[in-house]
């Protein structure tokens, strides 16, 4: 493994991390973990409802861990289950009021965080960036 791969790799990894962190420094005055309102965005972002499986699969965790992660959700009110009429085993998870609230609260502080960090990076070193992203993102969808 080249050292640039182990460089840009661990800085990618390190970055992710950073901004996570720096979100969830903000939202600290709500109470709740960052792997709740990561959930509760995921599913109030989504085109349409999302399944448990699809939700496990977007924040890359395992089935089992979400079960307790969306039920814990569903006991703060901040997500439903929704039975569907093709399969009554399968819920579909929806946010509540509350739900959208932490999201728009959620979605605001990640804006301005975002306005913060970019400040000082020009408009065509961020394109840039965002077209390395993302090749480097299709190329890993596509590996088997």
Known sequence: MNTEYK?????LH?????LRMAIDRRLKYLGLSQASWVAVA?????QSPLSQSELA?????????????????V????VQRIPTAQDRR????VVTVAGKALYEKVRMEADAIGKEILENVAEQDMQVAMQVLTK????????A
């Open 42 to 46: 995921a599913i109030a972002g989504a």
């Open 75 to 78: 006991k703060l009110d901040l």
């Open 57 to 73: 699969q977007i924040l890359g965790v395992e089935g089992a861990t979400i079960v307790s992660m969306v039920d814990r959700l």
């Open 7 to 11: 460089s840009f790799s661990k800085l």
């Open 90 to 93: 399968k819920k579909l998870l």
């Open 136 to 143: 480097i993102y299709a190329a890993t969808e596509s590996l």
């Open 14 to 18: 390190l970055t992710s991390r950073a």
